[in-house]
């Protein structure tokens, strides 16, 4: 049974720093894409980051690039989202997920198979 489990998240001030893990089980993730979402209260969810297989390629929506940054450790099965130079618009629950067997990153949530239940993350002004 695959399970993905993510922690690190809590209240911080604006212009503070966070990082996210997930660990993930039930399968090798290796071959597998895995990415960040967020969901805001009243909007759906969207993309933050992707990460390619062997961690190699990376993939930012608009709005964290520069600021957040997606990494691997495939030994651990756990995948990593430092955000630094939060925002109040930064706040939000944030999932990690899995996009089995995939070749190429993807930011579409319809392709990502294995989500983790999210952790909030607040961000004061």
């Known amino acids: 049974q695959v399970q993905l489990v993510e922690s690190g998240g809590g209240l911080v001030q604006a212009g503070g720093s966070l990082r996210l893990s997930c660990a993930a089980s039930?399968?090798?993730?290796?071959?597998?894409?895995m990415g960040w979402f967020r969901q805001a209260p009243g909007k759906e969810r969207e993309f933050v980051a992707a990460?390619?297989?062997?961690?190699?390629?990376?993939n930012y929506a608009d709005s964290v690039k520069g600021r957040f940054t997606i990494s691997r450790d495939n030994a651990k099965n756990t995948v990593y989202l430092q955000m630094n130079s939060l925002k109040p618009a930064d706040t939000a629950v944030y999932y990690c997920?899995?996009?089995?067997?995939?070749?190429?990153?993807?930011?579409?949530?319809?392709?990502?198979?294995?989500w983790g239940q999210g952790t909030q993350v607040t961000v004061s002004s």
């Open positions: 990460i390619s297989r062997s961690g190699g390629r990376t």
């Open positions: 997920a899995v996009a089995v067997l995939r070749p190429v990153i993807t930011a579409r949530p319809s392709d990502y198979d294995y």
């Open positions: 039930g399968r090798t993730f290796s071959s597998d894409v």
